[in-house]
C-alpha cells in the first residue's frame, strides 16, 4: 500500500481559493486512481476529483468547473486547486490511491469556508 500526506487546508473567505497537495510514499505513475474526498460533519464521505494514471479526470458535479485535479507522478503528488469557493465546501478533505489490490487513505486536511 501506499500512504499518504495531505496539506494544504485552512480558512478562507467565500469566493476565494486554496491548494491542497498530497504527498505519496511510493510511486504513483502506478497506481491507477487517485483523488480527493470530503467529509462534511454529519455527512458521507463523498467524492470530489479523481485522475487516472492516463490523466483522464472526473469531477462531482457541485465542483465541476471551480475545482482542478492534477497529479505529478516524477514528484509523487497528487494536487486539488480550488477555485470560487463556497461555505457549502467546508470538509475534511482526503487523498486517496486506489488500485486493484488497495485503497489507500491519507489522515485529511481541514477546508473551512467562511461567508
Known amino acids: 500500500q501506499v500512504q499518504l500526506v495531505e496539506s494544504g487546508g485552512g480558512l478562507v473567505q467565500a469566493g476565494g481559493s486554496l491548494s491542497l497537495s498530497c504527498a505519496a510514499s511510493a510511486r504513483i505513475f502506478s497506481i491507477p486512481v487517485m483523488g480527493w474526498y470530503r467529509q462534511a460533519p454529519g455527512k458521507q464521505r463523498e467524492l470530489v476529483a479523481t485522475?487516472?494514471?492516463?490523466?483522464?479526470?472526473n469531477y462531482a458535479d457541485s465542483v465541476k468547473g471551480r475545482f482542478a485535479i492534477s497529479r505529478d507522478n516524477a514528484k509523487n503528488m497528487v494536487y486539488l486547486q480550488m477555485n470560487s469557493l463556497k461555505p457549502e465546501d467546508t470538509a475534511v478533505y482526503y487523498c486517496?490511491?486506489?488500485?486493484?489490490?488497495?485503497?489507500?487513505w491519507g489522515q485529511g486536511t481541514q477546508v473551512t469556508v467562511s461567508s
Open positions: 485522475i487516472t494514471s492516463g490523466g483522464i479526470t
Open positions: 486517496n490511491g486506489k488500485s486493484a489490490y488497495y485503497s489507500s
